[in-house]
């Protein structure tokens, strides 16, 4: 038999991935993935790269991306510069380059519950101990031995939708502040928005501290492109370069290319205004259906931004024995207990409601409120 590593010996199937499959299959209706509308691709044009580019590149990006992506960090408040900034092969990447950085086997790492679960599963795999985040007192419940670092999402998290006050957020980082721990913000929504929210950085009030700040480009541009980006405090920028380096030398050279034309072209802020309005039209049509259909079977509050509804219903009900129905009528979405850290079962669930059609989003919740009444 294969002698593998101890951590591999707990590798599980990937649940969203799994369903991914599932939402391939002809005709299904998927609210299951975090995907962007097919639509907000179409007003993308993007020429074909210089040849040069088929080249080995910078494990830290190409310098004008760098350069680009720094700017638009700076006016986010963040203390950045270019030779702070390193383009991911997807933010993805930046959450496996920061739990290795971090994370041994028994380290305590303070998270969110329900929070991002892609993220949970490489901190999990690389041995991580769970401590919940209180957002309203975060750091109360560190005592003797505070967690080496927090990942959150303040802003439209994902599954929740939800979106940190200021005062939350001033919180968190002085908590971080003060106790040495790294605050690690993950923010690839923060321009889908629909109404007002603070979405100011967590890290920008990181001064003097240890914290790593990401974004993506897959929600705004194309997810397909595989390309996100981080800056961190200058003590664990070097690092994360160097792991970087040795997971795969550097991020796709055209992708990169491709994602600077679209930040310097000048209809760049009127597109994102056609996305913006696009997703708030859908989430309205959703939030509607949702209330015909499901009305007087779950709760849930209209998110302020990002691509998710998160469904509370009635206490009792196994969301994984209605997902096995839903799937056989076509329909899939992704149960809420996969994104508690603490595990364990949970009568909630994440809708997306940036993927179907109105029309589809309609049957599909139709399917999920008739299966629920019984
Ligand atoms: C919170 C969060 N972080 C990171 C990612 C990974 O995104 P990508 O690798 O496409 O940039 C996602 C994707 O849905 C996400 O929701």
Redesign the pocket.
């Known amino acids: 038999m294969a002698r593998l590593s101890m951590r591999s010996a707990d590798i599980k199937p990937s649940p969203v991935r799994e369903m991914l499959n599932v939402s391939q299959r002809p005709g299904m209706i998927s609210f299951a993935g975090?995907l962007p509308s097919p639509e907000t691709f179409a007003g993308l044009a993007l020429p074909p790269p210089p040849r040069e580019l088929l080249q080995y590149g910078p494990t830290e990006g190409e310098p004008a991306l760098r350069e680009r992506i720094a700017l638009d960090l700076a006016e986010l408040g963040l203390d950045t510069s270019p030779d702070r900034v390193m383009v991911?092969s997807?933010?993805?990447?930046g959450?496996d380059l920061a739990a290795k950085l971090v994370i041994d086997a028994g380290t305590a790492l303070a998270v969110e519950s329900p929070a991002?679960l892609?993220?949970l599963q490489v901190f999990r795999f690389y041995g991580a101990r769970f401590q919940i985040i209180d957002r309203s007192a975060p750091g109360a419940g560190w005592g003797e031995t505070p967690p080496s670092m927090a990942y959150v999402?303040p802003t439209f998290q994902?599954p929740s939708g939800h979106c940190w006050t200021a005062e939350e957020r001033q919180a968190m980082a002085a908590a971080c502040r003060a106790r040495d721990v790294i605050l690690f913000e993950?923010d690839?929504?923060r321009d889908l928005v629909y109404a007002p929210c603070d979405r100011r950085p967590v890290c920008a009030d990181m001064a003097g501290g240890s914290w790593i700040y990401q974004g993506?480009?897959?929600?705004t541009v194309a997810?397909g492109l595989?390309?996100?980006y981080l800056t961190a405090s200058p003590d664990l920028f070097p690092l994360l370069v160097q792991l970087k380096q040795a997971a795969d030398l550097h991020t796709n050279r055209l992708s990169q290319w491709m994602v600077l034309q679209y930040l310097n072209d000048p209809g760049r802020a009127q597109r994102m205004e056609q996305v913006r309005d696009l997703y708030r039209r859908k989430r309205d049509a959703f939030a509607d259906a949702l209330t015909r259909h499901l009305g007087d079977r779950a709760s849930w509050t209209l998110p302020p931004g990002g691509l998710f509804f998160w469904l509370t219903l009635a206490d009792g009900v196994d969301v994984e024995v209605l997902l096995q129905r839903c799937v056989e009528r076509g329909v899939l979405f992704t149960p809420g207990a996969h994104f508690l850290a603490e595990g364990g079962a949970s009568s909630t669930m994440r809708l997306n409601f940036s993927l179907a059609e109105p029309e589809a989003a309609e049957r599909g919740l139709a399917v999920i409120g008739a299966l629920l009444r019984g």
């Open positions: 975090g991911l997807g933010s993805q990447q959450v991002y892609a993220a999402i994902n993950d690839p929504y993506s480009f897959s929600k997810p595989r390309l996100g």
